[in-house]
């Protein structure tokens, strides 16, 4: 009795320490590689500068010189799109996508008179849209670096002509609001933030130039006469996102 006791104490031990050691052999999962592949929503915030290059003609002013006016201010970025990712290249792997964005904005300043320079409006961009693709490569594990570009569309408010002291110049006496379309190209990097305890969490941060197609403006002033101003504007803009990837590979 005592020697099988003592022979089914052994074989426990003994497979025991098998198994131990069959599990000391069995490496931990591998950690998951980060992919771009998939579909995402973005939301962040940034910086933007307007150029706008203008002449006015027409009576009642007659041909006036050339000038400019230029704004800036703080703009909100919210988007999304779907990038799909090409493995084997010999530069690293390749991402593909497509996206749109909306941003509403105030990037304002002030806008001359070119008649009276004691008067002024103050011009201001309050809404932008795009719709593009990207194309980029992920040149580390974790990071993407791209370029994009495609279509965009602006929302400029009424530029309504003031005194010197902020009083109206007259009524009517304003630009009215104008919906420019051009196009636009940018570039940025996009990183994996694999140590926060949210799947699917990147950061993204871009520079972007849009440039929108001339257009013409009916100047509204209390002089009898009709006169019209040319503008070609243009705007420059970076912003940093967070960017949610509910990809079906996960990560």
């Known amino acids: 009795m005592k020697r099988l006791l003592i022979a089914s104490v052994g074989f426990a031990l003994a497979s025991g320490s098998a198994m131990a050691a069959d599990l000391a052999l069995k490496a931990p999962p591998p950690a998951p590689v980060p992919t771009w592949t998939g579909c995402y929503v973005s939301a962040g915030f ?12 027409g009576a009642p002013f007659g041909a006036v010189a050339p000038s400019d006016s230029a704004g800036k201010g703080w703009l909100g970025a919210f988007g999304g799109g779907c990038d799909y990712q090409f493995n084997g290249s010999s530069i690293g792997p390749i991402v593909v996508g497509a996206f749109g964005e909306y ?21 201001n961009m309050s809404a932008a849209w795009y719709v593009g693709a ?8 974790k990071l993407l670096t791209y370029i994009d570009g495609g279509f965009t569309g602006a929302n400029i408010d009424q530029v309504n002509i003031l ?12 630009l009215p609001s104008a919906s420019p379309t051009g196009w636009f190209i940018g570039g940025g990097y996009e990183y994996a933030l694999t140590f926060v305890p949210i799947n699917g969490l990147f950061w993204k941060t871009e520079y972007r130039f849009a440039e929108y197609d001339s257009y013409n403006q009916n100047y509204f002033h209390p002089t009898p006469g009709a006169a019209t101003v040319h503008n070609s504007v243009d705007v420059q803009t970076i912003t940093s996102s967070l960017v949610w990837r509910f990809n079906w590979m996960g990560y």
Do not use: C, E, K, W
């Open 46 to 57: 940034g910086y933007g500068m307007l150029d706008d290059a203008r002449t006015v003609t």
């Open 103 to 123: 941003d509403p904005m105030s990037i304002s300043g002030n806008f001359g008179d070119p008649v009276n320079n004691s008067r002024y409006g103050i011009q």
């Open 134 to 141: 990207r194309a980029g490569v992920v040149v580390l594990p």
């Open 163 to 174: 005194n010197a002291n902020g009083t109206p110049a007259g009524t009517p006496y304003y």
